[in-house]
């Protein structure tokens, strides 16, 4: 492009170019001073080179160290020899290499040390023979059944390349395989590799002893004191006398380490043959703290400077129940908040009661809620759904609107479904955000309403430092009017995770000199993150959206820019600079907090 065609270009257009040029130069100073501190590293660390098969050549250079000082004698090149040919002979025979040549010459060029590796051919499988003993072995079909399906998954198969690594994992994966269900103290009784180097090939056998069929037998509960022992056995999966399985083992942990009432939980059988019948399972763990008051304070771009008190009761009235309090004062919200939740059960479903105050004044609106709600609430694998009835008060000022009192009692449903590959640094998966609620005028509400909501997050890495996120909402409100529905359950745009270049809930429909809710919503982002070390990274993103009253009056604004992110200890921080493409103004958007 030239300069001509650069100044042509509109505002948004330059931002764009010269923030993808920054970016661009910072990556390539980044991986030039990286490989020329790897050249300078290569170059000062030996005075031999090594020539080897490419296959082998991260081998040879992650596993052997060459020598440091120079050859100067026929001493340190017969010393340097003998260590190079057990240390390498030793390396290449974890791939199947037995037989290597390997020479020291001088290369004709430049007079340079050069080690030559030739490997020889590599041993292959030619044969596998798997034995099993003990209750296993019996000669009945669904035991049958079970063992030719573990031979056939066997994963060091005939024709091969023998390789260690592969050939331990092949009998872990066998072991493990047994183990997981009925044979908690299988063991390995012997196995073999028996390797001809002369013909390049190796024989496999293995001998595995399943011992006994386990039983679960009764729950031995250690560490116990403040609560009553219903509150395990609640959520044991499996019955007394049912067979053994590892992963009911592993689930059944799973589940109280997840209860706040502990800080450590072990569970687990001995796999003592004589109790095979009816294995003891064994459970081991350490109660957490019951109360606890704590304190924090932080910033956000969206709400102001903030300061936190919370309360945590894990045995609230003495039954189990965790009470959670808090106090949050920010400069554009208050709020005052109580909940109640019973244990999860088995199928992981609990139930909250909760209540709460809350006043706000943001775009020259001032709210003033007071709200009660029960629901149930359930996690299962990735997904996490909750229904609820909620009943609320609100008291609405917009300076120089109509002021309102509304009031609504709704039953509203919501779906979450999570699959990522970190929850709190995600760089690859999404997340799905489902909801509809609605109230009646036949039941407490001043308006009929039905509301609903949909959002969906996607992370895609783009090789080891970039990753691309996009994140897409939407809303509406089926409703005569607005009036009459409290603000949260209709719908704001603007600020951090919406529409960054616009100030917080500034997105909305106009009501004297305040921004109220409206019935339609939608917004997008497109970001684009590069990460420069494992903790600090940069971005560019557009974002775009606009909240109304209706479908039609939907005026999308577009905000963009750029920002830095960093990976804290306690979370994502992101500090951007955004445009507003309406109005040109720049704003900075910034949170952050910390628990004390």
């Known amino acids: 492009m030239s300069v001509a065609e650069y100044s042509t270009l509109s505002c948004p257009g330059r931002i764009w170019i010269s923030a993808l040029i920054l970016l661009l130069i910072l990556f390539t100073l980044g991986n030039g001073r990286a490989e020329a501190q790897q050249f300078g590293a290569k170059k000062s660390s030996s005075h031999v080179t090594i020539s080897a098969p490419e296959p082998l050549q991260d081998l040879l250079k992650n596993h052997f160290q060459p020598p440091i000082a120079p050859i100067l004698d026929e001493t340190a090149r017969a010393t340097f020899m003998r260590r190079a040919q057990r240390e390498i002979s030793e390396l290449l025979a974890t791939e199947g290499y037995f037989t290597p040549a390997i020479n020291l010459h001088l290369d004709p060029s430049n007079k340079t040390p050069v080690l030559q590796v030739i490997p020889g051919p590599r041993t292959l499988v030619t044969e596998v023979s798997i034995e099993f003993k003990g209750d296993l072995a019996t000669e009945e079909p669904g035991r049958r059944a079970r063992t030719e ?159 936190e008190l919370s309360y945590t009761n894990n045995n609230f009235l003495d039954r189990a129940l965790r009470l959670n309090g808090g106090l949050r004062i920010e400069q554009k919200r208050q709020t005052l908040s109580t909940t109640i939740d019973s244990v999860p059960d088995q199928a992981g479903q609990w139930f909250s009661l909760g209540a709460g105050v809350e006043r706000t004044f943001i775009q020259e609106l001032e709210t003033i809620r007071e709200k009660a709600g029960v629901s149930r609430n359930q996690l299962s694998g990735k997904a996490e759904t909750r229904l609820a009835l909620n009943w609320q008060r609100e008291d609405r000022h917009p300076t120089g609107g109509v002021q309102q009192v509304n009031q609504t009692f709704v039953l509203d449903g919501q779906l979450r479904y999570r699959s990522v590959d970190d929850p709190l640094f995600p760089r690859d998966g999404s997340v799905t955000e489902l909801r509809i609620g609605g109230g009646s005028r036949q039941l407490l509400s001043d308006q009929d309403f039905i509301r609903t909501y949909v959002r969906h997050q996607f992370w895609y890495p783009v090789g080891d430092r970039h990753v691309l996120f996009m994140r897409g909402e939407l809303g509406y409100t089926f409703a005569p009017s607005r009036f009459g529905i409290p603000q949260e359950y209709l719908f704001r745009a603007g600020g951090i995770q919406s529409v960054r270049g616009y ?27 590069h990460w420069f070390t494992r903790e600090w990274g940069a971005a560019v993103f557009t974002d775009i959206g606009d909240a109304a009253d209706t479908l039609r009056r939907l005026d999308l604004n577009v905000g963009y820019g750029g920002g830095i992110r960093w990976r804290s200890p306690v979370g994502p921080l992101a500090l951007d600079l955004a445009r507003a493409h309406n109005d040109g103004k720049l704003r900075l958007h910034f949170s952050i907090a910390v628990a004390f």
Do not use: C
């Not at 502990?262 to 019948?277: C, G, L, M, R, Y």
């Not at 809930?505 to 497109?526: D, F, P, Y």
């Open 149 to 307: 399906k573990l031979k056939a998954a066997w994963s060091l198969g005939v024709g091969q390349p023998f390789r260690s690594p592969a050939w331990e994992e092949a009998k872990a994966i066998l072991l493990s395989s047994v183990a997981a269900e009925d044979y908690a103290a299988a063991e390995i009784e012997e196995s073999k590799a028996e390797v001809d180097s002369a013909s390049s090939t190796a024989r496999l056998s293995v001998i595995l002893n399943s011992g006994p069929a386990f039983r679960f037998g009764d729950l031995m509960i250690k560490g116990l004191n403040r609560y009553d022992p219903s509150l395990i056995t609640g959520l044991v999966p499996f019955k007394t006398g049912g067979p053994y399985r590892r992963d009911q083992l592993l689930s059944f942990q799973t589940k109280l380490q997840n209860l706040p009432q502990f800080s450590s939980v072990a569970v687990n059988i001995e796999p003592d043959a004589a109790t095979h019948q009816a294995a003891p399972v064994e459970v081991v763990l350490s109660e957490a703290q019951a109360q606890r008051v704590s304190a924090g304070g932080g910033y956000s771009s969206n709400t102001g400077a903030r300061g």
């Open 503 to 529: 100030a917080f809930q500034r997105l909305g429909v106009r009501e004297g000199q305040a921004i109220v809710g409206g019935r339609a919503m939608a917004t997008g982002t497109i970001e684009y993150n």
